[in-house]
């Protein structure tokens, strides 16, 4: 492909990312404020909360990575990254097409600083940052919306509308670009069928959430705890029983591979695990596991159907979304459920449509 194209699609898919990533956190801060005003301190406190508090997380998994810098305890590290990649393109230093074809051919530890970034730093800060705060921030907005009637009138104020807008777009974003940034993933094969997966995943999920958080309020946050604990503990018995033999696999894509199992665990909990509740995402210590997702996936499964079935049975008054709603979340979450495994069966390298080049 011409340079030209791939420098192009390059520097653009970095100031999307950019501009994704702080539209979606500004946005977010300003709903806080505005809840402020209005004296919803519940609300504001939560807003706020998924807002910064995946920050520290990424901010302190980018020091580990990268080393301890002054943006890393701000914490402002991602778009400080984003700005010096985009410095090293603008002023000619790093090729764009060199960083591309790095991405293919050298393990992450032997790829310069700017390669590095863009092709496995960048998209990790990314996919955590934006999960963890975009995802929690569409169910609380989603939840307002029902308990203040605003869902049922439609009456949805813009800057919500736009809130959850930028964070469903985030979201996705950073999905699509991690799963496709692992070395010899074709994009545009894989890209689509991500896509697809992840609208008809993410919107059984946070449904199904939202509408038995509008029932029960505190024993959804019980439902989340309970989804975590049992995705750490077999995250970490998994880790921890190939560990002997090669539990991680030594993919060039996996930054944490080289770390020890302090680290491995503290990932696993703090990272792995969290993105776990909401939906499924590769991580290169699991490219060959089929316990994690299994798990996984029958869990996402057996909650929604519990929530929404709960939901469905108790709820007190009628609204036009309940049917449709019902409707989405039970047929999402099989839908979800079948192309996890249409999704395993096409990573193996021995399957014919896989996503891996030379398969």
């Keep these: ?47 706020l909360g998924f807002a910064f508090g995946p920050q520290l997380i990424i901010n302190a ?10 943006y890393y305890l701000l914490p402002v590290g991602v778009p400080a990254k984003y700005f010096q990649v985009l410095y090293a393109f603008f002023r000619g230093k790093d090729n764009p097409k060199d960083v591309l074809e790095t991405r ?8 310069k600083p700017v390669a590095r970034t863009v092709n496995h730093l960048l998209p990790l800060a990314r996919l955590v940052g934006t999960l963890l705060e975009s995802l929690p921030e569409i169910c609380l907005q989603i939840y307002v919306l029902i308990k203040t009637g605003g869902l049922s009138s439609l009456e949805i104020p813009p800057l919500k509308a736009v809130t959850m807008a930028l964070s469903s777009l985030a979201s996705l974003f950073s999905i699509i670009e991690w799963e496709t940034h692992f070395p010899k993933v074709v994009a545009w094969v894989w890209g689509p069928l991500v896509f697809v997966w992840k609208v008809i995943d993410l919107a059984a999920r946070l449904l199904a959430l939202c509408l038995f958080a509008s029932i029960y309020r505190y024993l959804v946050f019980i439902v989340v705890g309970l989804h975590w604990l049992v995705m750490v503990a077999v995250e970490y018995k998994f880790c921890r029983y190939f560990s002997e033999g090669d539990a991680w696999i030594e993919s060039g894509a996996d930054v944490i591979s080289d770390s020890n199992n302090c680290v491995k665990f503290i990932f696993n909990t703090f990272v792995v695990a969290p993105v776990d509740v909401f939906t499924w995402v590769t991580f290169g210590s699991r490219l060959r596991c089929k316990v994690q997702p299994i798990v996984n996936s029958l869990l996402m499964l057996f909650t929604n159907i519990v929530m929404v079935s709960v939901w469905y049975s108790v709820k007190e008054t009628e609204a036009w979304y309940d049917d449709p709603a019902l409707w989405v979340v039970l047929g999402g979450s099989f839908g979800s459920f079948l192309l996890q495994g249409l999704y395993w069966l096409c990573y193996s390298p021995r399957c014919r449509c896989s996503p891996l080049e030379d398969a």
């Design 1 to 47: 492909m011409c340079i030209w194209v791939l420098s192009g699609w390059l520097v653009f898919r970095t100031l999307l990312g950019l501009a994704l990533y702080i539209a979606d956190f500004v946005t977010d801060v300003i709903l806080a404020v505005e809840y402020a005003l209005n004296e919803h301190y519940y609300w504001f406190g939560l807003t």
């Design 61 to 70: 998994v980018l020091a580990y990575l990268d080393g301890c810098k002054w």
């Design 104 to 111: 293919e051919e050298e393990d992450h530890d032997e790829q």
